[in-house]
């Protein structure tokens, strides 16, 4: 089965945090998934926002996912609330981990792909997504749900991270800092001035 683009978008919303859709690691596919009597499939997707408009997206998205694949396949919808410094929706994802009850689908930290898929927490998804459909996603968000080769996650959007620096300093140390995207640093030489 291959997804398009906007289903993957629709399962798959990803906060500024960089959120990403992965599949559950195969230990969970095999006793997880199965077919209801009418032959369809239901899946169950863990989500990090509730309330939020990202929160109402996901409701809407799998309304209409739902509605679009009637008697096929059925998405059911958990909203876990993200507490503090995110421990509630983390806390939540670390102890299925260990009771071996994670959903079928759910999202993960961008920066946290490669780990979970290291540790087999999440499934490869390259069979479900049409090569095609890959152009429309920024090479970052792709590079972020790689991992050894095999795709685990697409974010639906990426994530600025800033950098703040004192001028003086910079021009003290006789560092000029980059002023538009043509001229940006490569975090090797991000690296190296920070040192200086």
Sequence with gaps: MRFSKKTIAAISMASVLMFSMVGCGSKVESNKTAKNADGSVTLNLWVHETDSPEG??????????????EGKIKVELTQIARTGDASGYDDKVNAAVTTDSLPDVLTVDGPSVAAQAEAGVISPIDDFVDKEDLKDFNKDIIDQGTYKGKLYGLGAMDASVVIFYNKDMLAKAGITAPTSVADAWTLDELYENAKK
């Excluded at 109402?56 to 998205?61: A, G």
């Design 56 to 69: 109402q997206l996901y409701k809407k998205e799998v309304e209409e996912f739902n509605k679009a694949n």
